[in-house]
């Protein structure tokens, strides 16, 4: 079982452009995060399904969040193997990146236009979307059927956590 905590994520704002930050310390190997951060098998078990995803620089990616935030078209703007996979979404998901390095360290950063109010409910939405991907990691993948059991209870309070954050 992992017991691995998500420490909170930070922010930063120019203007209406937020740049959300996460590092996560994965007693998993760089393999396996890969799996879990590139390829439609993987993204499904704790993130949105990849309807569309051509791993390659310049591919075409849709993912479709299987909680009710809808389908998003884009491209993959960066990828190296067992490095970096990015994605730049239409809306409002925006530039989504995960860097791996070694030992397993995972730099997530999300860049996106909105208020504050969304700069909230992101952070809570990729720290929650984070839980899951420890779930997975650890072997227990989301499923069809918790996708639809999923309610913001969680969210909600990872939100008003962030709300009280200086």
Do not use: K
């Not at 922010?11 to 390829?39: C, D, N």
Request: charged content about 20%; proline content about 6%; some cysteine.
């Amino acid at each position: 079982m992992t017991v691995t905590l998500i420490e909170p994520g930070t922010s930063r704002t120019a203007g209406t452009t937020h740049t959300l930050f996460f590092t996560l310390r994965l007693p998993h190997p760089v393999e396996q995060v890969w799996q879990a951060v590139a390829t439609p098998r993987g993204l499904e078990g704790w993130l949105a399904a990849a309807d569309v995803l051509e791993p390659r620089l310049g591919g075409a990616v849709t993912l479709r969040w299987l909680n009710g935030g809808g389908a998003h078209q884009g491209r993959v703007t960066a990828w190296d193997v067992q490095r970096v996979a990015e994605y730049t979404l239409e809306g409002v998901h925006g530039r989504i990146r995960c860097h791996l390095e070694p030992a397993t360290t995972l730099r997530f950063t999300n860049e996106f236009d909105g208020d504050d109010a969304l700069r909230l409910d992101c952070l809570a939405g990729w720290h929650d979307h984070f839980l899951s991907l420890l779930d997975a990691l650890d072997g227990r993948p989301m499923t069809p059927a918790d996708w639809a059991a999923w309610t913001p209870d969680r969210w909600q309070t990872l939100r008003d956590g962030y709300v009280s954050r200086p």
